[in-house]
């Protein structure tokens, strides 16, 4: 039964990011004007009406589905983040990381429920700001998982998460050193996704794991 409970959430983790970034590329590529990675934000894509926000002028076809795709998402990352309890070490750091993975989980959903340009305030600090900030934090803390199947990965998390929480910082501040405001908004999102994508694949391949066994799992 452990065993089935972790396979079911790598499946959950991986199956969100797929879906996210095929059905991302879908929306994106269903725009009648030119969508811009630099310069639109990833907020555009499930934008209910045509016309101009943000100085930018923003018609999403597809908007539907992608505030589907984000609403799912948070919810893969929550059932996830409970399935693979056996995968995590009994630690505190480890059920902080979970904590926050949960919290970026409901940032996702809420961000599909209220789209940008419906509710901007719900959708930017409840949505937006707890999935970079929750995101960002849960990839640095991984840094500190020593034991467990997820060990192996926690130097990418914290690369990640380092690198997702100074992009924010200069999302935030309005500056995309080239990358365009857009760009610096996927470096601070996407790489929780990538992470969980792999999270959920290694899993996946992994023995059954159980408190004792992931003791003895280091690097």
């Known amino acids: 039964m452990k065993r089935l409970g972790v396979v079911s959430g790598a499946i959950?983790?991986?199956?969100?990011?797929?879906?996210?970034?095929?059905l991302m590329a879908l929306v994106q590529f269903?725009?009648?004007?030119?969508?811009?990675?630099a310069g639109n934000n990833i907020s555009d894509l499930g934008n209910v009406h045509c016309g101009d926000f943000?100085?930018?002028?923003?018609?999403?076809?597809?908007?539907?589905?992608m505030n589907v795709s984000f609403t799912t998402g948070g919810i893969l990352i929550i059932l996830g983040a409970i399935l693979t309890h056996d995968a995590w070490p009994r630690t505190v750091v480890a059920r902080l990381i979970r904590?926050?993975?949960?919290?970026?989980?409901?940032?996702?959903?809420?961000?599909?429920?209220?789209?940008?340009?419906?509710?901007?305030?719900?959708h930017v600090i409840g949505g937006a700001f707890v999935i970079f900030v929750s995101g960002n934090l849960a990839l640095l803390l991984t840094v500190f998982l020593h034991t467990g199947p997820l060990a192996k990965l926690r130097w990418w998390?914290?690369?990640?998460?380092?690198?997702?929480?100074?992009?924010?910082?200069?999302?935030?501040t309005g500056n995309g050193l080239g990358l365009g405001v857009g760009g610096m908004e996927r470096v601070t999102a996407h790489g929780l996704p990538i992470w969980l994508g792999i999270a959920g694949f290694r899993l996946f391949l992994t023995d059954p794991v159980d408190h004792e066994r992931a003791g003895l799992v280091r690097r």
């Open 12 to 22: 959950s983790w991986f199956g969100g990011m797929v879906q996210f970034f095929l």
């Open 157 to 172: 998390g914290f690369a990640f998460g380092l690198l997702g929480l100074s992009a924010m910082l200069l999302h935030f």
């Open 30 to 37: 269903a725009w009648t004007t030119p969508y811009s990675w």
């Open 54 to 65: 943000g100085g930018r002028y923003v018609c999403s076809p597809l908007h539907t589905l």
């Open 99 to 122: 904590s926050l993975l949960v919290a970026t989980g409901a940032g996702w959903m809420t961000a599909g429920l209220f789209p940008a340009d419906v509710n901007e305030n719900l």
